[in-house]
C-alpha cells in the first residue's frame, strides 16, 4: 500500500541533532541546531521563566482550551516587542496578532494566509536562507525563488544586486527577510540599507513577511526589530513571524507569534479573524503551558526587565565565544581571516567550510555544524572551545 511513498532524507539541521545524540565519542561538540547552551553546556531554564511556572504549579493550573488565537496578554506582547508600546499601529489597532506553534507555526500560519487571499503571489527568500523558509512555503503551495544577498568575499550583502533584483518583482509578491540575526550568514543590512530596501518594497508594492527568531541576539530588543518598525512607520502592510523559542530558551513548548499590520483597524479585524480560521482548520487553538508562561513574563514589569537581562546575558556570552574562537584559530592559522566572525551577528557563523570538511569535523572529530558551513556559537563555551579550534584548523590545513 505504501509502496509508492517516497524516502525521507531527514531533515540538514533536526538530523544532525539525532546524530549528536547518538553519537558515543565523549567529545562530542553540538554546533549544528540553533539552539542556546550555556557555559556548562546546559539548555538553560530562564530565572523568569522558573517564577512563572512555580506559579503556573502552586496550585496547578487548571488546562481548558485556549483562544484560536491564544490568550489576549500574549498577543498584546507580542505587538510590544516587535513594535514599540507606543507605535501609532498598535494604538490604532491595525495589528492583528496570534500566537502559533513557534516561529514555525507562524510562518506556516501566514504562509497559509497569504496562499489563499493573494493566490498570484510568488515567494522570494534570500539566498541563503534557513532551509525550512523554502519548505514551508513550498509546502503551503508557492513557487519559491532566491534574492541575492550573501556575498562572502566582504562577509556582507550583495546589496546592488539584491536591490536591482527586488525592483523587478511584480506587485504582491512576498519578500522574505530577516530583521536581525540572519540565518544562516549572520550578516544584516544596515539601516540605511533597510531604508533603501523598504523604500522599493513600498514603491513595487511587495509584500515584506519578517521572519525575527532572535530579537535579543543581535544589539537589543529594540534596535534588532529597526526593520519592522521602520516598515511600520511607512505605512506598509506586513507579515511579521516571532520566535521565542531562543529568547525565552523555550524550544520545546512551541511559543511564537504571528502578526500582520494592515491599513485599517477595519482589516486589521477581518485578518484577525482570518488567521483564527485558518488555525482552526490546521490545529485548532495553541498550547497552554507555554502560553502562561510567556504571558506571565511579559506582562509582570519586574519578570519582564529580569527576561530582558537574561537574553543579554546569552547574547554577551554568544559574542565572547565568538572572540575566542577567531583569536583560537588566527593564532593557528595566521594567513587566514577570521574575522568573519566577529562581524556576523547572533547565534550563527558562517564559516565558510565546505560540506566535505564539515563532514570531516563530523567524522573524524565529533564535532557537528550544519553542512552549509553554518556554526551555532553557541554551542561554544570555555571547556570546549579549545578542542574545536584545533579541529577546524585541521580540516582547513
Ligand atoms: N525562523 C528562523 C530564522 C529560524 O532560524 C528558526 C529556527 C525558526 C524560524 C523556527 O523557530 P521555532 O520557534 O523553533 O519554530 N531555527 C533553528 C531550529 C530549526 O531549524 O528548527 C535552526 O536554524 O537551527
Known amino acids: 500500500m505504501f509502496q509508492h511513498v517516497e524516502f525521507y532524507a531527514g531533515d540538514p539541521i533536526l538530523g544532525l541533532m539525532d546524530k549528536y545524540k547518538a553519537d558515543e565519542r565523549s567529545q562530542k561538540v553540538n554546533l549544528g541546531v540553533g539552539v542556546y547552551y550555556d557555559e556548562e553546556g546546559r539548555l538553560p531554564?530562564?530565572?523568569?521563566?522558573?517564577?512563572?511556572?512555580?506559579?503556573?504549579?502552586?496550585?496547578?493550573?487548571?488546562?481548558?482550551?485556549?483562544?484560536?488565537?491564544?490568550?489576549?496578554?500574549?498577543?498584546?506582547?507580542?505587538?510590544?516587542?516587535?513594535?514599540?508600546?507606543?507605535?501609532?499601529?498598535?494604538?490604532?489597532?491595525?495589528?492583528?496578532?496570534t500566537a502559533t506553534l513557534g516561529g514555525s507555526g507562524a510562518l506556516c500560519v501566514g504562509a497559509n494566509f497569504i496562499h489563499r487571499w493573494f493566490p498570484k503571489a510568488r515567494v522570494f527568500v534570500s539566498d541563503p536562507t534557513w532551509g525550512n523558509?523554502?519548505?514551508?512555503?513550498?509546502?503551503?503551495?508557492?513557487?519559491?525563488?532566491?534574492?541575492?544577498?550573501?556575498?562572502?568575499?566582504?562577509?556582507?550583502?550583495?546589496?546592488d544586486e539584491m536591490c536591482a533584483f527586488l525592483q523587478e518583482l511584480r506587485e504582491n509578491d512576498v519578500v522574505l527577510l530577516h530583521p536581525c540575526c540572519h540565518n544562516p550568514t549572520g550578516v544584516d543590512l544596515s539601516r540605511e540599507q533597510w531604508d533603501q530596501v523598504l523604500n522599493i518594497i513600498k514603491e513595487k508594492k511587495l509584500i515584506p513577511f519578517m521572519d525575527i527568531a532572535y530579537q535579543g541576539f543581535g544589539d537589543d530588543m529594540d534596535s534588532d526589530a529597526y526593520a519592522i518598525r521602520r516598515a511600520a512607520d511607512l505605512g506598509l502592510s506586513l507579515f511579521v513571524s516571532n520566535s521565542f523559542s531562543k529568547n525565552l530558551s523555550l524550544y520545546g513548548e512551541r511559543v511564537g507569534g504571528l502578526s500582520v499590520v494592515c491599513p485599517s483597524d477595519e482589516e486589521a479585524r477581518r485578518?484577525?479573524?482570518?488567521?483564527?480560521?485558518?488555525?482552526?482548520r490546521i490545529y485548532s487553538s495553541p498550547p497552554s503551558h507555554g502560553g502562561y508562561v510567556v504571558d506571565g513574563v511579559m506582562n509582570d514589569e519586574a519578570l519582564f526587565t529580569q527576561w530582558v537581562?537574561?537574553?543579554?546575558?546569552?547574547?554577551?556570552?554568544?559574542?565572547?565565544?565568538?572572540?575566542?574562537?577567531?583569536?583560537?584559530?588566527?593564532?593557528?592559522?595566521?594567513?587566514?581571516?577570521?574575522?568573519?566572525?566577529?562581524?556576523?551577528?547572533?547565534?550563527?557563523?558562517?564559516?565558510?567550510?565546505?560540506?566535505?570538511?564539515?563532514?570531516?569535523?563530523?567524522?573524524?572529530?565529533?564535532?557537528?555544524?550544519?553542512?552549509?558551513?553554518?556554526m551555532c556559537v553557541a554551542g561554544l563555551n570555555s571547556k570546549n572551545i579549545d578542542y574545536v579550534a584545533a579541529c577546524m584548523a585541521e580540516v582547513l590545513k
Open 271 to 280: 485578518v484577525q479573524g482570518q488567521l483564527q480560521f485558518t488555525i482552526r
Open 45 to 97: 531554564v530562564l530565572e523568569c521563566v522558573k517564577t512563572v511556572e512555580t506559579q503556573l504549579a502552586n496550585p496547578p493550573k487548571p488546562r481548558p482550551y485556549l483562544p484560536m488565537d491564544g490568550l489576549p496578554g500574549y498577543r498584546a506582547a507580542c505587538q510590544r516587542l516587535l513594535f514599540g508600546s507606543d507605535h501609532i499601529a498598535v494604538k490604532e489597532k491595525r495589528i492583528a496578532s
Open 133 to 159: 523558509h523554502i519548505g514551508i512555503f513550498e509546502g503551503a503551495g508557492f513557487e519559491v525563488g532566491k534574492y541575492p544577498y550573501y556575498n562572502p568575499a566582504i562577509i556582507g550583502v550583495r546589496f
Open 309 to 374: 537581562g537574561e537574553v543579554y546575558v546569552m547574547r554577551d556570552r554568544i559574542r565572547d565565544m565568538r572572540q575566542k574562537l577567531q583569536d583560537a584559530l588566527s593564532e593557528k592559522l595566521p594567513e587566514r581571516d577570521f574575522s568573519y566572525f566577529t562581524k556576523q551577528r547572533g547565534m550563527f557563523s558562517f564559516t565558510g567550510l565546505t560540506p566535505e570538511q564539515a563532514e570531516r569535523l563530523q567524522k573524524e572529530f565529533a564535532v557537528y555544524i550544519v553542512s552549509n558551513g553554518r
